[in-house]
């Protein structure tokens, strides 16, 4: 298997992956060698498009990292193009039905699985037909639970055939439950992961986190969950230069300034 992602879940390992929120194919260069096991490259939120993302795949090619990519919506195309573009994997923000499940997982997979349409551009450009015979099992479907319908329909959603894993979008999921964003310790948020990752376990799913720093990542290990992003490109930049002018300055960094995207 060249997917390291799905590699790591096959063999019962947890791992790490980074964000990526700017559209820059030298910072994607960068953090494809910092020993992240995934990258995921944001079209929901980070400030990048399609033409972005088709030059920061190449970036990281040729790197042990598995690519995945967020797409913006739940739609055919969307999917379908991201995983042209040469993504081994995409995350699906608010999927909150089975339905919704169904339509992700039909857009991944070539069929009779799903119902992907042919065109595997630049898995074609780089190796020709080859990657036809092995798509279906090298492509990660990861749906987000984040919203209280999501969490109603978990059941539903993770039964559905050809879902690789659940992702959990922890701010949206405050706001479902009629939380402040980042209030992770409530405890009906903390109630709403141990559902979460009970049913991933009972289906033999794959549980994900969006970690929105290094302590949240290591926590939800901690807790269970099979991988998690450690910050974002975006958040590493603000927190390292943030935290370096407090160091020269012999300042102490209020709580409330730091964190991020
Ligand atoms: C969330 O926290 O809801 C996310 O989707 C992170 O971008
Ligand atoms: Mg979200």
Redesign the pocket.
């Known amino acids: 298997m060249n997917n390291r992602l799905l590699q790591k879940w096959h063999d019962r390992e947890k791992s790490l992956g980074i964000w990526s929120n700017l559209p820059d194919i030298h910072v994607a260069e960068m953090l494809a060698r910092t020993g992240a096991d995934w990258i995921c490259f944001?079209l929901?939120?980070g400030l990048m498009d399609y033409t972005d993302l088709t030059r920061l795949l190449p970036a990281v090619t040729g790197t042990p990292l598995t690519p995945l990519v967020r797409v913006a919506a739940n739609q055919p195309d969307q999917i379908g193009k991201a995983l042209d573009a040469g993504a081994r994997g995409v995350i699906v923000?608010m999927v909150n039905t089975a339905d919704d499940a169904r339509q992700a997982v039909t857009s991944c997979y070539y069929p009779p699985a799903g119902q992907r349409s042919c065109g595997p551009m630049r898995d074609a450009m780089l190796e020709g037909f080859s990657y036809l015979g092995t798509a279906n099992d090298e492509v990660a479907c990861l749906l987000?639970i984040?919203t209280q319908e999501g969490l109603k329909n978990l059941a539903a959603i993770a039964a559905v055939k050809g879902v690789s894993g659940l992702f959990v979008?922890?701010?949206?999921?405050c706001y479902g439950l009629g939380l402040a964003p980042g209030d992770f310790s409530n405890e009906r948020f903390t109630g709403a992961l141990k559902a979460i990752l009970t049913t991933c376990e009972s289906n033999g799913l794959a549980c994900g986190m969006?970690g929105y720093d290094a302590s949240l990542a290591a926590k939800a290990l901690d807790d269970g969950f099979d991988f998690a992003s450690i910050g974002s490109d975006v958040s590493f930049v603000r927190e390292g230069v943030s935290q370096a002018f407090a160091v020269a300055r012999g300042e102490e960094r209020s709580s409330s300034s730091r964190g991020g995207?």
Do not use: A, I, R, S
Not at 169 to 173: A, E, S
């Open positions: 944001d929901q939120h923000p987000m984040e979008g922890p701010m949206d999921l969006f995207y």
